[in-house]
Nanobody, 126 residues
Framework: QVQLVESGGGLVQAGDSLRLSCAVSGRFSIYVMGWFRQAPGKEREFLGAIRWNDGHIYYADSNKGRFTISRDNAKNTVYLQMNSLNSEDTAVYYC????????????????????WGQGTQVTASS
């Protein structure tokens, strides 16, 4: 069992940066941790993922370098650093956990993830 709690969302101005946190508890060491977002009326979008056991990071092709994933083992926390935010980044952001043996091919698929956090709202005003 894994519990995920996101935090750090809020209202920002276009061009601002924001760092989201995902506090992890349970048997997280065997999992892949992914970040997704979902805007109103749109499908859930994959942003990137990190393998907890070796720190390997996989980013979505659409990332374009604005989003960075990291982890703090001592705090059992995964982060999503977001820079140069704009109105198109407005969404609910989620972290999720998938089995560590998952092929990278399936990292982008929401159904691959077993556990989800409650989500945190990010609103970027223009």
């Amino acid at each position: 069992q894994v519990q995920l709690v996101e935090s750090g969302g809020g209202l920002v101005q276009a061009g601002d940066s924001l760092r989201l946190s995902c506090a992890v508890s349970g048997r997280f060491s065997i999992y892949v941790m992914g970040w997704f977002r979902q805007a109103p009326g749109k499908e859930r979008e994959f942003l990137g993922a990190i393998r907890w056991n070796d720190g390997h990071i996989y980013y979505a092709d659409s990332n374009k370098g604005r989003f960075t994933i990291s982890r703090d083992n001592a705090k059992n926390t995964v982060y999503l650093q977001m820079n140069s935010l704009n109105s198109e980044d407005t969404a609910v952001y989620y972290c999720a956990a998938a089995p560590a043996g998952l092929s990278e091919t399936y990292y982008i698929t929401p159904r691959s993830y077993i556990y989800w956090g409650q989500g945190t709202q990010v609103t970027a005003s223009s």
